[in-house]
């Protein structure tokens, strides 16, 4: 790519465009320091202005990091953390075997709910929803944030039992079959809702990987919805 200066297209954005193309034909490598902007006025004829607009847009999108007294360098991927075995049952709460170690927050009641109600099935009246939340984390960083919504009425004390320390195994005993078997979850990017920006600590309407949809018990009735947002830019979900 070279730059046009008799084009409409604004000689900044054109550099922007080329820096990118440098980077993705592996002329400037991951964490690899780009020329400074002396450098790049001298090499493309540029003016000092036009090339601190683009390396300015650049650092805003998360492509370049300008690092103090050092100069500015190539962004590096964050590791991911492999969620392996994706299936439908993977961010469900009813599928754990204890829930004393995803630092789960306390477990609250939630009105009957359009939405909810025509997943579930339900028509008439009924006494809500438990939920219960609990983040993703991987060396100290929140990675996603798991919503799942359970009928009152099939777990009509699971909030008291939660909060009281009883055992996951306890909670289930003689509940077998209103356990989740298969669900119909579905992935979606999409920008996050207020709440889960505020749990993932990302700014309002970022995209996030969203997992979504009911989970059916071996009665073949509806018995958790899940609703889970992901950071795209840290998970990667294996799907065998």
């Not at 650092?59 to 991911?80: F, Q």
Request: hydrophobic content about 35%; proline content about 6%; overall charge negative.
């Amino acid at each position: 790519m070279k730059l046009d200066k008799h084009s409409s297209v604004p000689l900044y954005a054109q550099l922007r465009e080329l820096i990118i193309e440098r980077i993705q034909n592996g002329e400037y490598a991951q964490g690899d320091r780009i020329p400074s902007e002396m450098q790049l006025c001298k090499e493309l004829d540029l003016s000092r202005p036009t090339v601190r607009q683009a390396i300015s847009e650049l650092v805003s999108d998360g492509i370049l990091e300008i690092h103090k007294g050092r100069g500015t360098y190539v962004a590096t991927e964050p590791e991911r953390l492999s969620i392996p075995h994706f299936n439908s049952l993977s961010f469900s709460f009813l599928n754990l075997n204890s829930y004393e170690d995803i630092e789960l927050r306390p477990v609250t009641l939630v009105e009957p709910d359009n939405e909810l109600d025509e997943l579930f099935g339900f028509t008439g009246k009924h006494s809500g929803y438990w939920l219960a939340q609990w983040p993703i984390h991987y060396d100290n960083q929140i990675h996603g944030w798991c919503s799942s919504y359970i009928p009152v009425s099939i777990f009509p004390d699971l909030g008291q039992s939660i909060s009281s320390g009883k055992r996951m195994v306890d909670i289930k005993s003689n509940k077998y079959a209103f356990l989740p078997n298969k669900g119909s979850v579905y992935i979606v990017a999409r920008p996050a809702r207020n709440k889960e920006a505020v749990m993932l600590e990302i700014p309002r309407r970022s995209y996030v990987l969203s997992v979504e949809g009911p989970l059916y018990a071996r009665n073949g009735s509806v018995c958790e919805v899940v609703r889970t947002a992901l950071k795209p830019e840290l998970i990667q979900l294996e799907i065998n």
